[in-house]
């Protein structure tokens, strides 16, 4: 179960900052997301000619970040997410559409080239907390398989 202070913190935000890797040559960029917490995905559109969508078709392992810009060190709030992005898929793209409409609806005059990242890992640091208290969520059916490397 993922503590409720992760997927709050998400539900107040709609920008993450996306990583991706490919032939060793990093990339980060910004999307608009929206969140389903009942199937733990992220649903972002990025069209497939964006360097960020080749390299995820090559790799999709990603990191990404939702973060809450201050300066007040006690209001520090971050997210750090690791999981794979994948377009979505036939069978869960009318969802995903209706979650990322659900957030966008604007969104519906243009053609939505829609994906999903699925986390395995998530930490969130929330200075409001204490400084620097971390919470963390991990699903260990799939960072097991990973392996150590990544943690």
Same mark, same amino acid.
């Given at each position: 179960m993922i503590d409720r202070r992760i997927t709050d913190f998400i539900a107040r935000h709609h920008v993450l900052t996306l990583s991706t890797v490919a032939d060793g040559m990093p990339h980060c960029c910004n999307l608009f997301y929206a969140y389903d917490p009942q199937r733990n995905l992220f649903a972002v559109t990025s069209s497939d000619e964006t360097l960020?969508? /080749? #390299?995820? *078709? #090559?790799? =999709? *392992?990603?990191?990404a970040s939702v973060v809450l810009e201050t300066r007040v060190v006690g209001k520090v #709030? !971050? &997210?750090q997410i690791r999981g794979t992005m994948m377009p979505a898929?036939?069978?869960?793209? =009318?969802s995903v559409r209706k979650v990322y409409? !659900? /957030?966008?609806p604007y969104a519906a005059a243009?053609? &939505?080239? &829609?994906?999903?990242?699925? =986390?395995?890992?998530?930490?969130?640091?929330?200075n409001r907390l204490g400084f620097g208290?971390?919470?963390?969520?991990?699903? *260990?059916?799939?960072?097991? *398989?990973i392996g150590q490397s990544e943690r």
């Open positions: 960020h969508a /080749r #390299q995820a *078709r #090559q790799n =999709p *392992r990603i990191a #709030q !971050g &997210l898929e036939a069978e869960t793209l =009318p409409l !659900g /957030r966008f243009v053609k &939505l080239e &829609l994906w999903t990242i699925r =986390p395995d890992f998530m930490k969130l640091t929330d208290k971390k919470i963390v969520w991990e699903d *260990r059916t799939k960072t097991e *398989r």
